[in-house]
């Protein structure tokens, strides 16, 4: 067979240029084509992976993004709703307020709430970022520093002046809360009207009209004996729950 080829390509030395020009070279351009279609179909694909892959990282960031905003709004929320238990503690103390019982009733009502709500926060912390975190545990302070008040005034039986630290408290409460609340907003996009502290006077004020200046000036001489005693720790408030 071999040997006959030879023969025939001696004999038609046309036959050669004939056969390379009619079956090889197009043989070979449609290996190329292939060869080139196959290349722009994986690269398609691998275009098509390295997209879905982008997609799916989008997606998970914006979800990670809403579940964050979630996150925050229950913790603020919770901040809200325990400075209106502390409204609630105030109105509790005023008036006739004349006796440890009263002050002991509205402080275990208060701890009680508190102790939902400080379970919301807890559970939500970990989104918080480290600012948050810090003035969150500021508001906590302050609150555990009234629990003290409360209780010194309790034993110097000073129950009258109960309700002038809570009211004197309340502001810095509600400070925090605004500092929290700005916080937040600051990374959100979806928040249109400028958040405007100075707005929030009634927020500020939520206790109502302040104590007169002579509650306030007992409050202060009050609040002197109170440095020079022994206190408890200031996490009181949290470790009695």
């Known amino acids: 067979m071999k040997e006959l080829i030879i023969e ?12 390379l020009t009619a079956v090889i070279l197009p043989l070979t351009i449609l290996w190329m084509t292939n060869r080139q279609n196959r290349k722009l179909k994986e690269r398609d694909h691998e275009n098509e992976l390295k997209r879905a892959e982008f997609m799916k990282n989008l997606d998970s960031t914006a979800t990670e993004g809403v579940k964050k905003a979630d996150h925050e709004r229950l913790v603020y929320s919770s901040l809200v709703k325990i400075l209106f238990d502390v409204q609630t503690l105030h109105i509790a103390l005023s008036g006739t307020c004349v006796d440890y019982k009263c002050v002991d009733d509205a402080i275990e009502k208060f701890r009680n709430s508190f102790a939902k709500y400080q ?15 810090n003035l969150l545990y500021r508001f906590y302070q302050i609150l555990g520093q009234v629990m003290i008040d409360l209780k010194n005034l309790k034993d110097q039986k000073q129950y009258e002046l109960a309700v002038v630290c809570v009211y004197e408290s309340s ?9 929290i609340q700005d916080e937040f ?15 929030l006077s009634n927020f500020r004020q ?10 306030q000036r007992r409050f202060k001489e009050a609040k002197d004996r109170m440095s020079l005693l022994s206190e408890p720790h200031a996490g009181e408030l949290i470790a009695s729950r």
């Open 8 to 19: 025939i390509l001696k004999t038609n030395p046309g036959i050669g240029t004939v056969t």
């Open 171 to 179: 502001q810095s409460l509600a400070n925090q809360i605004i500092e």
């Open 185 to 199: 907003n600051r990374h959100r996009k979806d928040v249109q009207e400028e958040f405007t502290k100075a707005d």
């Open 206 to 215: 939520c206790c109502g009209q302040a104590p007169s200046e002579e509650w």
């Open 119 to 133: 379970e919301a926060i807890a559970d939500n912390q970990l989104f918080l970022s480290s600012k948050v975190t």
